[in-house]
């Protein structure tokens, strides 16, 4: 702080002089400060009260979203009851195969002589598909028809002589007795050199070719009966309780499905695979399905076309209970329902719902029996 007057005049008066401008000065400056702090306390003021209003504004709006959906109701979704399709399955894997099939061997070894079919012929009972030659070795063709035709002359002369009386019973019936199995065994190994058919049926798989010299028991060619198709599946102990004859069967495969129906049951466990088995029988009269075509497949356990069929998630349990919330009369209602039957996502209820009900199906979560509601979509 300057003073007013100079240090070469500083006498009584010239203190005096000075202590009354420093005297001067720091009032004003007091009174500068005062002023400050004046404008800092309104300031401060209005601020504590601003930040007072706010909450209090906030507080009086937070009440309000506390209360209006007790007010209005709690907001929810409805969907009302129909009847609808409840299905239990289980699944499975399976190849086709023919309703009757069956693999035709060598009854010999040796050269194929010729083959009267190809894969896809229709061939009838008793159709002769393989033919071996007649001088095959192993088929012991040639003696057998030698011995065959001796004994048929011989049996014809000692049957005209034993009519006639001319020799005893006992001679006629040993003569008779070897036509019989000379005869059986000329069959016997004359069906070894023709194979045909066992029953009307298509020819699916020829495994040989002319000329080829096979082994006794080499596989030849396949039958089956392809009017109806037929698919082998196997299961587990839980499952063959399950499953029972006549229940229906559902075969897909390029986007295309085939109805059948279970029709054979072991009632054993398959010593190889530790299961039972199950054959399937689907009609096939269009010729759609070609053997050995893999297939997903479903046996259905259960079908109802008319149930109360309720989402998984819809449905909360109290102390062990089931219960849905239904809208009615703008209230939320509580209904402890019982259920038939589930599948992996939905329930089939026995008759606590009706058609027509209208079913919570969101906003349930905050609900109580009586809570007041508001519908919206």
């Not at 309104?42 to 009440?63: H, I, P, Q």
């Not at 069956?102 to 009854?107: F, N």
């Not at 029709?263 to 299961?275: G, H, R």
């Not at 449905?315 to 219960?323: C, E």
């Amino acid at each position: 702080m300057k003073r007013a007057c100079k240090i070469n005049y500083a006498k009584e008066n010239d203190y005096n002089c000075e202590f009354h401008l420093t005297k001067t000065n720091s009032y004003k400056q007091m009174k500068h400060g005062m002023k400050y702090l004046f404008y800092f306390t309104v300031v401060f003021l209005f601020t504590v009260v601003g930040f007072t209003g706010c909450s209090g504004e906030d507080k009086e709006e937070s009440k309000s979203m506390e209360q209006i959906q007790k007010e209005e109701g709690f907001p929810v979704t409805i969907e009302n009851i129909t009847y609808k399709p409840f299905v239990k399955h289980l699944t499975y894997f399976g190849k086709f195969s023919g309703e009757k099939e069956t693999i035709v061997g060598a009854m010999i070894g040796g050269r194929i002589e010729k083959i009267n079919a190809r894969p896809g012929d229709y061939v009838k009972k008793n159709d002769v598909i393989i033919i071996f030659p007649e001088d095959s070795p192993a088929s012991q063709f040639v003696q057998a028809k030698s011995a065959y035709e001796n004994s048929e002359k011989t049996y014809n002369r000692m049957k005209a002589l034993y009519e006639k009386g001319e020799i005893a019973q006992a001679q006629f019936d040993g003569v008779e007795t070897k036509f019989s199995v000379d005869k059986r065994n000329y069959e016997i190994t004359k069906d070894m050199l023709k194979l045909d058919a066992p029953y009307d049926g298509t020819i699916t798989e020829i495994m040989v070719h002319e000329g080829d010299n096979v082994k006794e028991k080499t596989m030849l060619f396949t039958i089956a009966k392809l009017e109806k198709m037929k698919i082998r599946i196997w299961l587990s102990d839980s499952e063959r309780m399950q499953i029972k004859i006549g229940m229906k069967a559902i075969a897909s495969f390029n986007d295309k499905s085939f109805i059948g129906k279970v029709s054979e049951l072991s009632l054993s466990v398959n010593p190889m695979t530790q299961s039972f088995y199950a054959d399937l029988i689907f009609d096939n009269s269009k010729k759609e399905i070609l053997a050995g075509t893999t297939a997903d497949v479903k046996i259905i356990t259960y079908e109802n076309e008319n149930s109360i069929v309720v989402p998984r998630n819809l449905v909360s349990n109290d102390n062990g209970k089931n219960f849905v919330f239904i809208a009615e009369n703008n209230l939320a209602k509580k209904v402890f329902v019982a259920i038939s039957n589930e599948t992996g996502e939905n329930f089939e209820i026995k008759d606590e719902l009706k058609v027509g009900d209208s079913l919570i199906t969101q906003g349930f979560s905050r609900l109580s029996d009586g809570s007041k509601i508001k519908v919206v979509k």
